[in-house]
């Protein structure tokens, strides 16, 4: 990969990758855009805790600067927990944000795109969607039944519906596009 590529590895990373060793990618937006300060620090280092005590290691993804970073620094988590300003960055805009140079914390879809890319096959998240009213009604595609779920996503160890352990934090999936099953 050559320095001017837009993705970035943190060394952890890369040498799990090289060794064949248990990564879960970690999306941001809950880092940025979930929780105030300090408290959305303190849930990314938990995070980062879980996912170490699970004997994987843990790939928070997130733009600084217009590269894409797979796994960060603790001074980077910081930065994304204290800065206003910093973009929510979903599929679609990656682009922007790279060519902008813009930091940005990921959203569940981007952090699937963003661990593919980097060949991590596991990522976890603190939940999908915003809360909503009770008395609203949810709009599903035509046909989707009330348990349909994304097809890239699968449950894991951790999801508590899933009768994993209650005690990892979210729901853990895999991308499924080019993993052999």
Excluded: C, Y
Excluded at 8 to 17: K, M
Excluded at 39 to 51: F, Y
Excluded at 107 to 133: D, E, F, S
Excluded at 150 to 172: K, M, T, W, Y
């Amino acid at each position: 990969m050559s320095s001017s590529a837009p993705l970035s590895l943190h060394a952890a990373v890369r040498a799990a990758l090289e060794d064949g060793r248990p990564i879960v990618a970690l999306e941001s937006s809950v880092i940025s855009h979930g929780l105030p300060w300090p408290e959305n620090l303190e849930l990314a280092r938990d995070m980062e805790a879980v996912v170490r005590a699970g004997g994987a290691e843990p790939a928070t993804i997130a733009v600084l600067e217009g590269r894409l970073h797979i796994g960060l620094a603790p001074d980077e988590i910081e930065h994304l927990a204290r800065t206003s300003g910093v973009w929510k960055v979903s599929r679609r805009d990656f682009a922007a944000a790279f060519a902008q140079r813009r930091d940005g914390a990921t959203t569940v879809a981007a952090t699937l795109l963003a661990a593919h890319w980097a060949g991590i096959r596991v990522m976890a998240t603190g939940g999908i969607g915003a809360p909503r009213r009770p008395h609203r009604r949810l709009r599903r595609p035509a046909g989707a039944g009330p348990h349909a779920r994304p097809r890239r996503l699968r449950r894991r160890q951790g999801d508590p519906r899933s009768g994993g352990d209650a005690g990892v934090a979210g729901n853990v999936g895999s991308a499924r596009r080019g993993v052999p099953h």
